[in-house]
């Protein structure tokens, strides 16, 4: 028979016992967490509620200090800043709360202004006209913190700032010439800021008062035009208005040495009524590199007995370069006297073009000698620009220029014969000034173009048209053309464009002919 072991009835007793016994303990524990929980969502939900109530007291309370009906205490921070503020002292169930509200920020505020920012070019300790981008030569700025910022006043932000390249002509001394008099035109040939210019250092002043600094690297930056823009900043951590200087140009000539004469038609200043009168005439060619030692250039053209005076031109937007240029004919010459040596060795280099359509243009002249622009050295004539380079022996202590028709951009005369090295540098600046289209900033797009003539209107493609740049700036670009069209018959045809400065910019325009 089999046989089976189990519990007996005083184990089973036992163990029941023991199983109640624990229950309990857990039973209790979990009473009491329930309570714990309760009583936690309890306090929470009040100070939600507190919370809520406070708000709606401060909000209360920061109304009365804008409309002046609280009763306020103040004190002054910073200085000078009066600041008010009210007291919360509220009790919500037994529970006490403090706060002060108040209003940091004066309600008139006025951001920190400096009181006068400004450059000047500087031959050391010298003010002077012009420079070129070497030693003895710098720029100094200049900034004067406003009184009134006085005790407001953390620091000065110093930025230093540069114009993009190929922009050539310094900005006129005249407090009445203004870019926005016509942006779209000037902005053209002059570079506009902030579009137009890149930030190449940044310093700072602690303090308050008038105070200097030099624009670093000036060698680097010849041929560019800088700006310094100072900024104060106020003890609350805001920053004031910006205020920025009158840009100023660093010649870009890259060769000095042997420098007798230095004639750049960029720099002749039409508001100046000592150097174009009111028929646009040069009356004032100054010679830039007789800056040394002068505040002032202190040798300039002359007119020529039994001669008319030249005429100072912009050139039309869409030409080789954005500058100004000086336009001869037979009529026309001047002269710039006490220059050489008797049979001195001199290098002559002339930016120049042929502006007549046939013939042999005189460009300069020196006794017993006369040099002329070839017929059809200047290629197009009147669209090709030529870099004149000759080395004579002076027969004269005088040039006399013109004579023929011509424009002409900038006269550089040195003495002696110039270097193969120092004539490649002196090439290089040339071409960079003057032989590549300028087109500021970068083309986003151009817009497709549609126009309507009549059968046998005369109708010539643009040289430039509108485009948008970046930061939202239309401005004219150059622009070449692939396609063809005929006037003289009825119909639609499309011409096929693209940016000179950006091939990949490309655009359409739709001519219609119409009876």
């Known amino acids: 028979m089999v046989r089976f072991k189990a519990f007996t009835l005083i184990e089973v007793i036992v163990a029941i016992a023991l199983i109640g016994i624990i229950s309990v303990g857990f039973i209790t524990a979990l009473t009491n967490q329930y309570f714990i929980l309760d009583s936690s969502k309890n306090l929470t939900q009040m100070y939600f509620d507190h919370q809520t109530t406070i708000e709606d007291i401060i909000d209360e309370l ?11 205490n103040s004190t002054t921070i910073f200085g000078n ?24 920020r004066p309600k008139n505020y006025t951001p920190l202004k400096m009181g006068l920012v400004s450059t000047s070019l500087k031959n050391n300790t010298q003010t002077v006209s012009n420079i070129y981008g070497e030693s003895p030569f710098l720029i100094e700025g200049r900034l004067v913190n406003d009184s009134a910022t006085r005790f407001d006043l953390l620091l000065n932000v110093i930025d230093w700032y540069v114009s993009a390249p190929n922009y050539i002509i310094p900005f006129p001394e005249n407090a009445d010439f203004s870019l926005f008099d016509d942006i779209s035109y000037y902005s053209y040939f002059y570079p506009v800021f902030p579009r137009d210019y890149t930030l190449v250092a940044t310093d700072s002043i602690n303090n308050y008062g008038t ?33 920025i200087s009158k840009p100023l140009f660093i010649s870009g000539l890259p060769y000095k040495d042997n420098l007798i004469l230095h004639m750049d038609s960029n720099y002749i200043n039409e508001y100046n009524e000592n150097e174009v009168n009111n028929l646009n005439q040069v009356l004032k060619w100054n010679d830039l590199s007789s800056i040394y030692g002068n505040n002032n250039p202190s040798q300039f053209s002359l007119s020529v007995l039994g001669f008319d005076l030249p ?16 336009s001869f004919d ?20 002339m930016v120049v073009r042929n502006t007549s359509e046939t013939g042999d243009q005189q460009i300069y002249e020196i006794p017993g000698y006369v040099s002329t622009l070839i017929e059809g050295e200047s290629g197009s004539f009147s669209n090709d620009w030529v870099l004149v380079q000759e080395v004579i022996a002076a027969t004269s202590d005088d040039i006399i220029i013109g004579g023929g028709y011509i424009d002409v951009a900038e006269v550089i005369i040195y003495s002696g014969n110039v270097s193969e090295a120092d004539k490649l540098s002196i090439t290089d600046y040339f071409n960079q000034k003057y032989s590549t289209p300028i087109i500021g900033g970068i083309i986003e797009s151009i817009d497709d173009i549609e126009i309507t003539l009549k059968k046998d209107d005369n109708y010539e493609l643009p040289n430039v048209v509108w485009a948008n740049m970046a930061r939202g700036i239309q401005k004219h670009v150059t622009v070449s053309w692939q396609g063809s069209y005929d006037t003289s018959t009825v119909g639609e045809y499309i011409v096929q464009g693209k940016a000179l400065a950006d091939s990949t910019i490309t655009f359409s325009l739709m001519i219609k002919v119409e009876e």
């Not at 920061?62 to 306020?72: V, Y």
């Not at 005429?311 to 000086?326: A, D, P, R, T």
């Open 81 to 104: 800043y009066l600041v008010t503020f009210g007291k919360l002292d509220v009790a919500i169930d037994d529970v006490d709360y403090f706060s002060y509200v108040s209003n940091v």
């Open 330 to 349: 037979p009529s026309k010459k001047i002269a710039v006297a006490d220059q050489f040596a008797l049979n001195q060795l001199i290098s002559i280099f």
């Open 211 to 243: 105070f200097t600094k030099i624009f670093p690297n000036l060698e680097n930056y010849k041929g560019r035009h800088v700006i310094m823009a100072v900024t104060p900043g106020a003890k609350s951590g805001k920053l004031g208005v910006q205020s």
């Open 62 to 72: 920061k109304k009365s200090l804008l409309e002046d009906t609280a009763s306020l």
């Open 311 to 326: 005429e100072l031109n912009y050139l039309n937007i869409g030409e080789s370069f954005s500058g100004k240029i000086v």
